[in-house]
């Protein structure tokens, strides 16, 4: 059964991952770092829900707004899926996160992180620092030639 | 292609409820699931019950939804997941029982029976509902402000005519009633067994297993005929039992105002045969009435409720029932559902580790139809060997001596297993009548005619050898 946090606990009280690579770069050995560092267990479904709490919102409302089936959207929190790099984006925009968590998602995912060197990446980024949600985020890439996150009606 | 979308609707709404509850904290987790203490803005605490589907009992816990009874979590929503059903209902603030008596001490009968008498309303709501709680223990009684409350309906399940046996077995031990462990199907007698367990557990202070058997009663000055009422509730046989709720919460206050001086009659239950009234001989009857007498009439003047001390203190409590099943940790329940995977003997080990109390004052009551016959047949088969083996000897010059030798052997083995049996049988024997679903016969014979089976081969094949060695 998936921890799910509790309301009050956040993710942003961790140390930064430039601090740990800072102390890792210090360390003599690997231990050395591990025994001084207290590295955060994070997992996907955990940070989901963390993130969800934070915007108010339902798991309904993601699956709704996102377009994304309910059971899928109840698996992924349930952590028994493990969603694309698409539908995480999409849960990042719909869940209002800024650049930092939508980063970290991916990162929990294995996901290849948001590039500003390739262009879609850099309109998204834009796109999730100025808040934009997933609409318009969409429209942003529509726009600009990109294939949009969510896929097109024919 | 509807259905999906119908469950993917139902799901949508299900998500939408889940997530509009707060958590605040967990309650207790395990394997069948989780509990936690959830909140709606500004609304008042709830428990929000998620039970794995394997053993989740929808049936059960829609038969709650439908029941306005006071002394029962008043349901908030009840609704199912991928994964399991959850149930969401009011928190009640208040102690359990089990850290009540643990901080007071033994109660006062005349508050036990009051709390009894409050748990039994709720049991018989859920009664009138087709429900079997399944799992009546201190440790789910909430004593609030307004008296007892019985929550965790984790393990209810509602009773189905002409189905032998549980599908899943589980309970805690030293509460819940013998068939609990998988022998036949558990009906509302079964919450009788662990109503009376309950009471016990108010009366002495200790729990049912610790107490050793109901002579622990006697020892902590309980009246006899609460004694009494105790040993009828947990008479290992359901039809010995009083045979639903109303009748031992009214044998019990019955008991109550008649006190100890008519503890001989104490048994009222109506239609019972005298064969199924308890002995009056049992060992937890040796105690003088004079000890329990100025007990019982203080009894009376005593609040029924208690103050609720500590709030939230229950929640250890309200956890799951989880961990596997210890002889050492009494708290612990039933792995549920391991129950269907888990070997007869398993099982049969669990019965023998729970209820030896129960077999032990069996054993002690003295003059039964049982044993008579067990004396009998063992006499019997005694000399029935000797007279063989005298006549062995007399032919011996007739009959090949390693013949005459193996044979006294099985016959000896045939006896020992004739006791054995009705040693093993001794509580369906002493038991008033035969407890429903009991193996014990059946296994017994079965497991003594094949040692018998294999040890004749074996003798015969030795004294064969033996014989042709002899010749040789």
């Known amino acids: 059964m998936t921890r799910r946090p509790m309301a009050h606990e956040g993710f942003d009280d961790e140390p930064l991952t430039e601090e740990l690579l800072e102390a890792l770069r210090r360390s003599a050995s690997p231990e050395e770092y591990l025994d001084q560092v207290d590295l955060p267990n994070r997992d996907l479904p955990g940070y989901l829900f963390a993130l969800l709490d934070a915007s108010g919102k339902s798991r309904a409302a993601v699956a709704d707004e996102c377009g994304m089936g309910a059971s899928y959207v109840y698996q992924i929190f349930a952590g028994e899926r493990t969603p694309t ?49 997933l609409p318009r985020a969409d429209a942003e890439l529509y726009r600009l030639g990109e294939r949009t996150l969510t896929p097109e009606r024919g | 292609m509807s259905g999906d979308d119908a469950s993917e609707s139902g799901l949508l709404h299900a998500l939408e409820i889940d997530d509009s509850f707060r958590l605040v904290r967990v309650l207790g987790s395990g394997e069948t699931g989780r509990t936690e203490l959830v909140s709606l803005p500004h609304g008042s605490p709830m428990v929000r019950k998620r039970i794995a589907w394997p053993l989740a009992n929808p049936e059960a816990w829609g038969a709650l939804l439908g029941i306005d009874q006071p002394r029962l979590p008043r349901m908030v929503c009840l609704y199912a997941m991928p994964n399991e059903l959850v149930a969401v209902y009011e928190y009640v603030e208040g102690e359990t029982l089990a850290d009540l008596v643990q901080r007071e001490g033994p109660l006062a009968p005349g508050r036990s029976v009051g709390l009894l008498a409050q748990v039994g309303e709720a049991v018989a709501a859920l009664h009138a509902r087709g429900v079997v709680h399944r799992d009546v223990t201190p440790s789910n009684v909430i004593v609030a402000q307004d008296g007892a409350h019985l929550i965790d309906l984790g393990i209810a399940r509602v009773h189905s005519d002409g189905t032998l046996r549980d599908t899943t077995t589980l309970g805690t031990v030293g509460y819940a009633a013998p068939e609990q462990f998988g022998f036949a199907q558990t009906d509302a007698r079964s919450d009788v067994y662990s109503m009376g367990r309950l009471l016990q557990f108010m009366l002495t202070g200790s729990h049912p297993r610790d107490a050793g058997s109901l002579a622990g009663l006697s020892d902590a000055g309980a009246p006899s005929a609460l004694r009494q009422v105790v040993a009828t509730a947990c008479a290992l046989e359901p039809s010995a039992r009083y045979q639903d709720v109303g009748e031992l919460v009214a044998a019990a206050r019955d008991a109550l105002v008649r006190g100890p001086a008519e503890s001989a009659v104490v048994s009222t239950r109506p239609g019972a045969s005298a064969a199924e009234q308890p002995e009056p001989s049992t060992p937890f009857d040796h105690v003088g009435p004079g000890a329990s007498e ?61 209820y030896p109390a129960e077999l032990r004052s069996l054993m002690a009551l ?81 497991v003594a005619i094949l040692a018998h089976l294999v040890a004749l081969c074996l003798l015969t094949l030795a004294a064969a050898l033996s014989y042709a060695i002899a010749i040789a």
């Open chain 1, 85 to 133: 790099r698409e539908f995480l984006l999409r849960i990042a925009f719909c869940l209002g996160c800024d650049l930092r968590q939508a980063q970290r998602l991916l990162r929990l995912a294995d996901e290849g992180a948001l590039w500003p060197k390739r262009r879609r990446d850099a309109i998204l980024i834009f796109c999730l620092e100025h808040g934009y949600d």
């Open chain 2, 294 to 354: 100025p007990r019982a009439a203080s009894a009376l003047a005593e609040p029924v409720a208690a103050p609720a001390s500590s709030p939230l203190a229950h929640e250890a409590d309200a956890a799951e029932p989880v961990a596997s099943l210890s002889p050492t940790t009494p708290r612990h329940r039933h792995p549920a559902g391991r129950g269907e995977g888990r070997s007869p003997l398993r099982r049969w080990l669990t019965l023998w580790q729970s």
């Open chain 2, 366 to 446: 003295p003059n039964r139809p049982g044993k008579v016959v067990s004396l009998v047949s063992l006499l019997a088969c005694v000399a029935l060997a000797v007279a063989f083996a005298c006549s062995s000897a007399a032919q011996s010059l007739a009959m090949p001596a390693p013949l005459a030798a193996p044979t006294l052997v099985v016959l000896l083995g045939i006896c020992a297993d004739v006791v054995a049996i009705s040693l093993e049988c001794m509580g369906c024997a002493l038991g008033i009548g035969r407890y429903e679903g009991c193996p014990h016969r059946a296994r017994s014979l079965v």
